[in-house]
C-alpha cells in the first residue's frame, strides 16, 4: 500500500520553503506536545493513538451490531450533529455507490440522518419515508442533551415505539454516548438499549475512528478494519520520531501557518472528485473549531470542482488575495468510462472520443491549478491514490494529526470549542428554558 502525498510546491512564490522550513522547530515541539501531553486541552488527545489501539474485541462488537441492524432494518436512521455526524456521513459519501440508495435490489440498507438541523419539514419529510419501512436508529451524542439530536431521537423514538411497540423497539435502537454521564447514557440504560462508548478523552470532531463512525460505516457495508489500518499507518508516518521533512502532517501544518502568516487567512479545500463533498464538510468543523478562537485562525472554506468553478471560479481567480487552496487530488479513479464519438460533433467533443472521462478531469484539475497559481493563489496538493477505505482512514487521521500540530502553532487550545455556547444560551433563553430566566430578561431587552 502507499502513502497520501502532499506537494507543497505551487504555494512556494507567495511564500519561501526556507520561511516554511523556519517553523521546523516549532511544528516538532508541537507534534511532542501532543505526543507527551503537556499542552492545552490535553485531556482530549484520545485520538492520538486510537487507530493503534482499537482492539479486536472492539472491532468484532461494532461488526456483529452491524450485522444485526443490517439484518433487521431497511433503513438506519443516523442521528447526530457536528463531530456525531460530519465523519461518519463524510466516509460513507466517499466510499459507496452515490446511487446505491435509489436501486430496489441494493447491497446495503438505506442510511438517512436526523439530528444535524432543526428543519420542521426535513423531519415531517423523514418521519413521512419511514412510515411502513423496517427501520432502526443509531443516536449519537455525547452528552444526549444537544438540542437537533435530541429533538429528532424524541420524535423518531416515539414513531418506533408507536409502530413495533415499546419491547421491540429496543432492539432497534442503538445508543453511542458516554460511559456513564448524560441524558443518553441514563436512557439507554434504563431502556436496556445496546451501547457504544464515545471515549471522555476523544473530541466529536477527533471521533470519526471511535463507534461514532465505525458503527454506521460497518452498517453502510464499509470494511471498518482496512480504514482503521489506513489511520494505524499515518499515525505511524506523523509521529514525532519522523523527521519535520518527511512528516506529512507537520509539513502541512507548517506551510498553512506560513501562508496564514504572510496574510492568507482562508483556505479553500478543493476537490476534484464529488464524492468527497463531505470530506471537506467534516475538514471545515475540525479546522473551523479548532483553531478559530481567541480572534485568531484561517477561516476554512471548500468547494467541488469543476462544479464550483461556473460559481465560485471567479472570486479564487480574481477576488480579494487572502486565500490559498489545498486540493483533494484523485490518482485513480475506481471506475471507467469513454467519450463516445458522436457523427454529427454538434458539441464539438469528438477531439476527446475514446479518452477517459477522468483524463478531461485531470486536465481541469492541472488547467486550474496553473491558473490559479497564476492568480495568486497558493496551491498545497493532498493526493489520494484511490479512494478506498485504506487511504480515506490515513487521509482522516492526517487531516487530524495536523490540526493539533496546527493549532498549538497558532498558539490555541484545538481542542475546545467555547464559541458554540453562545447560539445555544441565546435560543434556550428565547424558548423560555427552565433555568435561563436571567438571559431571556436580557436578551428581550435586545430584541
Ligand atoms: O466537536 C464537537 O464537540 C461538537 O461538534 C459536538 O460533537 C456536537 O455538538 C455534538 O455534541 P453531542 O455529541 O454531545 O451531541
Known amino acids: ?127 413521512e419515508y419511514l412510515k411502513g419501512k423496517r427501520f432502526g436508529i443509531i443516536n449519537i451524542s455525547k452528552s444526549g442533551t444537544t438540542t437537533e439530536p435530541a429533538l429528532a431521537f424524541r420524535i423518531l423514538k416515539k414513531q418506533l415505539e408507536d409502530t413495533l411497540g415499546k419491547e421491540e423497539a429496543k432492539q432497534r435502537i442503538v445508543a453511542i454516548t458516554d460511559a456513564r454521564k448524560g441524558a443518553l447514557r441514563t436512557l439507554a440504560d434504563q431502556e436496556g438499549y445496546k451501547t457504544f462508548i464515545i471515549p471522555d478523552n476523544v473530541g466529536g470532531r477527533f471521533s470519526v475512528l471511535t463507534p461514532v463512525g465505525l458503527l454506521p460505516i460497518a452498517v453502510a457495508g464499509i470494511s471498518i478494519r482496512e480504514l482503521v489500518a489506513g489511520a494505524v499507518s499515518m499515525e505511524k508516518a506523523t509521529d514525532v520520531s519522523v523527521p519535520f521533512a518527511e512528516n506529512l502532517a507537520a ?13 492568507k487567512k482562508i483556505e479553500i479545500l478543493a476537490n476534484f472528485h ?57 490518482e485513480t479513479p475506481d471506475h471507467k468510462v469513454e467519450v463516445p464519438m458522436d457523427e454529427a460533433d454538434l458539441d464539438g467533443l469528438n477531439f476527446l472520443a475514446g479518452k477517459r472521462v477522468d483524463e478531461v478531469n485531470k486536465m481541469a484539475e492541472l488547467g486550474t491549478q496553473l491558473a490559479h497559481v497564476d492568480g495568486g493563489v497558493p496551491n498545497i496538493k493532498i493526493t489520494l491514490p ?21 493549532g498549538y502553532m497558532l498558539e490555541v487550545n484545538p481542542f475546545d470549542q467555547p464559541g458554540v455556547e453562545a447560539y445555544k444560551k441565546n435560543m434556550f433563553a428565547l424558548l423560555n428554558k427552565p433555568g435561563f430566566e436571567k438571559e431571556s430578561e436580557a436578551i428581550r431587552a435586545k430584541l
Open 1 to 127: 500500500m502507499k502513502t497520501i502525498g502532499l506537494d507543497i510546491n505551487k504555494a512556494l512564490g507567495a511564500i519561501t520553503k526556507e520561511q516554511v522550513y523556519a517553523w521546523e522547530g516549532k511544528a516538532n515541539a508541537c507534534n511532542a506536545l501532543l505526543e507527551n501531553g503537556n499542552g492545552a486541552g490535553n485531556d482530549f488527545l484520545g485520538w492520538m493513538h486510537l487507530p493503534s489501539s482499537i482492539t479486536e474485541a472492539e472491532l468484532a462488537d461494532i461488526e456483529d451490531t452491524a450485522r444485526i441492524l443490517r439484518s433487521q432494518c431497511e433503513v438506519i436512521v443516523t442521528i447526530g450533529i457536528g463531530g456525531s455526524y460530519l465523519g461518519t456521513k463524510a466516509v460513507i459519501e466517499a466510499l459507496n455507490n452515490s446511487f446505491d440508495w435509489l436501486q430496489a435490489k441494493r447491497e446495503n440498507p438505506v442510511l438517512v440522518y436526523a439530528g444535524h438541523n432543526i428543519g420542521e419539514d426535513y423531519l415531517y419529510e423523514l418521519t
Open 251 to 263: 509539513i502541512y501544518a507548517a506551510t498553512r501557518n506560513e501562508l496564514y502568516k504572510s496574510g
Open 274 to 330: 464529488p464524492k468527497l463533498h463531505y470530506i471537506a464538510e467534516w475538514w471545515k468543523q475540525l479546522y473551523g473549531e479548532s483553531e478559530g478562537k481567541d480572534g485568531k485562525g484561517i477561516f476554512p472554506a471548500s468547494v467541488d470542482l469543476t462544479t464550483d468553478l461556473h460559481s465560485m471560479g471567479q472570486w479564487i481567480q480574481d477576488g480579494e488575495r487572502t486565500i490559498f487552496e489545498t486540493v483533494i487530488s484523485v
Open 386 to 406: 484511490e479512494v478506498n477505505p485504506y487511504y480515506i482512514g490515513q487521509l482522516f487521521y492526517f487531516f487530524e494529526r495536523g490540526c493539533g500540530i496546527s
